[in-house]
């Protein structure tokens, strides 16, 4: 075949193949306009260059990205960050004000969450649930964890020292007392229940009153997954206490751990959270820091 000829039917299959990624480039704006403006415009959470890097998902070459990210063109493009997608679907459904969530929107996130995190999530287990799964959380100090645990005896490494140390201890023990007998029989387990325990209001869960000795066994240690609505950080913790009292404002606490992984600092160390059970009979989930 001619030179020529070869070029000419090279030339008609890149121009057809451009076309075909911009007009799917066009498509995907035109589908998710909503959320590209959500994202450019209220959130404060993810960078522009993965934004960008939205576009990047329609065609292997560089695509005619909209004027309004074309402050990261001089960037390197980072790859899309999970917790976008994640953000923008709670938002969809929870309400613009912090408050118990209809059983709808509640199921809604459960779906969402268990399908993002790979955790199976519930309101309700075992016929028991909170007052509320979308909260207020405050800042709780560390608990003991065995007779004589202290400010010097608690960290794990100068490091941790130095970023916990000034939230201090708790002046008296966690709601079912002491995590460990002593520091040589304390394992790794007991030791994360303290580092990444929360407190929930048990006494106000619907039927408390009448089971109290039910809903405490249930409640202890029982994991939940607790996850920042604003940024998608999303952490195992497990019930150590029970609190805070309604009369603050708030509807649960974390430890210094958990409030500082979940970045829920809003200048008072306070600020909106879900927490739902876990549905972990063979407890497999270990607790801790989850990704997507």
Known sequence: MPEKKKNLHYEILSKKWIKRHKDLQKNLFTKHKTAFEWFLYTSKQFTVGSLAGIFLLTAPIVPAIPAAFSSASAQVISPIDKKVFLVYDLKNVLPSQVQPLTPEQEQSVSDILTRDFGIKVTPQLNGIRLNTTYGIIGQEQHLVRYPGDNPYTHFSSPEDAQDYWDYGMAPG???????????????????DREKYYISVQTFLAPGFDQNSKEYLDFFKFRKMLVVNPQNGKAIVADIADAGPAPWTGKQLGGSPEVMSYLQRYDGVARGPVLYFFIDDPNDSVPLGPVSL
């Open 173 to 191: 023990l966690g709601g079912w007392g002491y995590f460990a007998d002593s520091p040589s029989s304390m394992t790794k387990e007991q030791s």
